[in-house]
């Protein structure tokens, strides 16, 4: 068969504007989800804004039980490759470059910010709000193009470089992420969904004197409105506007 | 003035080189591509800092390019210089061959290059790559249009043709607004960075064209006017100069703001300087200015295609400077404090990139290089004679 050069251009062009045309064109119309179906997990009572608080002056520099209970609740794994190891929450050490205060050790970890400009870059939206403010990302919607690891200005983003087998004692309750997709902090919310604290702020309890304070500030009684109301606290860059809801005390 | 077109013979030895040179690069991208699929992206150089590294710089270099291939037609079409009509399809089909080649890299250099196709499915339109979707998936249409109206529908062609001239102006400032628009990142968020990726754009575009017409008509015998090469020199020199303006305001108002004194003199003095003082405006502007203004090497054809080749050079030094150096500056988590952790903060990122990295980029020019070859076997895209108008003088010459 041979085709004119008319039809090869036709050809072309008619693909070309399909390819156009095609993602805002849906051929079967998905059936509507029923009223009494299981509610969808991405949703949240909207009442609730989870927020953490950070009292800094509690953070002792060489404790890392938050970042170890992180590890091993949400199956964070670590490659013994510094540049590519994964961190959910790590600890960093603040120098006041004037020499005026002393260092301050303190966890960082997802801001899940009011305005974040992770879920605005994500193109497939696999990165999301809940309505209570937890920014999630869903790992099967993920492509892997690392445009949110590029505008999240927390650092609080990795991409899984290495393919690795689930560990023995691995946390059924939080699913492994496979090579290729980008992975953050989702503030537990296996566990804040069934009215625990994230796993950070427990092991915080346990081993110092609970630098963590975790709770819903639309809650005008909880412990972190109340402190939150009270005590000298900022956030990190809030010049950017992204209304970060993890809060630090004592910097 | 127009002579007839033709298809290349394509009978030549140095035809089937070529020709198996490109395949030969696409199977390495191809094979580069398995490779780190297989291995996940630990074996590339990039890491939690520099998470875009050589593909996306091979990428986004193809697709600047793509739009500024478009200029000899858009010359023709949209500003009337007619002298450039004859390469009109040449010139559309080059971006579409350039567009091509750089989605595929962007493509398989995704974490999960399976799921490539969910773009399409869920959209997210707040997204600067959403958006960067439509573009490419339109510029390529047009072109095609483009293509199709200069082959058979000739009285749509200023239409179609001005259409595409002001999409491509809109593609480039989306690609340069992936940038732009990030404001967490000091490097980034610069509203001039769209424009300097249209003068990018404008620049290696026409660099190219010269590079790929002289290649062409010289390994083909054909006879080229060297008074179109003229012209095209001195459009080159033009928006070279704008890219150089460009790169001075953005440099200059970075510079007033004391706030920016830190990182911007990391990028004039730090660990990707040389490739911002070499790469861009050594290889990419300075370099060939000298040549291009020069009375003799700017007024020989020879010297205006190293020039040239020098410029697309310089281009993809300028891509791969926004990308490295953006993201290879720490981020100031708290400012007035210096940061350190396990997790690299506070540390300028490093990357060196690897052998799978750089397969996988020139995948992309083997595939755009490959579409463009059989486009000008198969298809009539060149005119069998370059030729000017009788008495057609240039304004200017060096």
Known sequence: ?251 | MLSEYSVIEGRSRHFFKVLGGLVLLVLLGAGAFFFVEHHGHAVTGMNNQIVWGLPHIFAISLLVMASGALNMGSMSTVFAVKQFEQFGRFSAFLSIALLAGGLTVLMLDLGRPDNMLLPMVYMNFRSMFTWNVFLYTGFATLCLLYLWTMFEYKQYKKFIGTAAFGWRLVLTTGTGSIFGVIQGREVFGSAITAPTFVAASLTSGTALGILLLVYAYRHTDRFLDDRLIFGMRNALIFFMMLFAYLLVVEKFTRFYDPASYDVQIWILTGSWAWLYWGGVWGVGVIIPLMLLFNHTTGNRVGSITLASAFVVAGVFCFVGHVLLAGQAYPLDLFPGYAVSSPFLDGVVGSYTPTLPELFLGLGGVGISGLIFLLGVRFLRMLPKRGVAPDGWELPWNP
């Open chain 1, 1 to 251: 068969m041979t085709m004119d050069r008319r039809s090869v251009l036709g050809l072309g062009g008619a693909i070309a504007a399909g390819l156009a045309l095609a993602p805002g064109m849906h051929l079967v119309a998905a059936p509507q989800t029923p009223s009494d179906a299981p509610k969808d997990p991405a949703e949240s009572p909207p009442a609730k804004r989870w927020a953490m608080l950070i009292d800094t002056t509690k953070c002792a520099a060489n404790c890392t039980a938050c970042v170890d209970a992180c590890r091993q609740e949400n199956n964070v794994p670590l490659f013994g490759d510094p540049e590519r190891d994964i961190y959910w929450i790590r600890k960093v050490e603040l120098r006041d470059k004037g020499l005026r205060k002393p260092p301050v050790s303190l966890p960082v970890l997802c801001n899940h910010c009011e305005n974040p400009p992770c879920v605005h870059v994500c193109p497939t939206a696999a990165s999301f709000s809940r309505k209570d403010g937890v920014v999630l990302i869903d790992k099967h919607r993920c492509i892997g193009c690392r445009y949110c690891i590029i505008a999240c200005p927390y650092k609080a983003r990795s991409l899984v470089y290495y393919k690795t087998k689930p560990p023995a004692n691995t946390n059924k309750a939080v699913p492994i992420r496979a090579a290729g997709v980008v992975e953050k902090c989702t503030f537990c919310v296996h566990r804040i969904d069934n009215g625990e604290p994230p796993a950070c702020v427990a092991a915080c309890k346990g081993a110092e004197k609970g630098a963590m304070i975790f709770g819903d500030i639309n809650d005008p009684q909880s412990e972190i409105s109340q402190r939150l109301l009270t005590a000298k606290t900022q956030t990190m860059r809030p010049d950017l506007g992204l209304k970060p809801q993890v809060h630090y005390q004592g910097i």
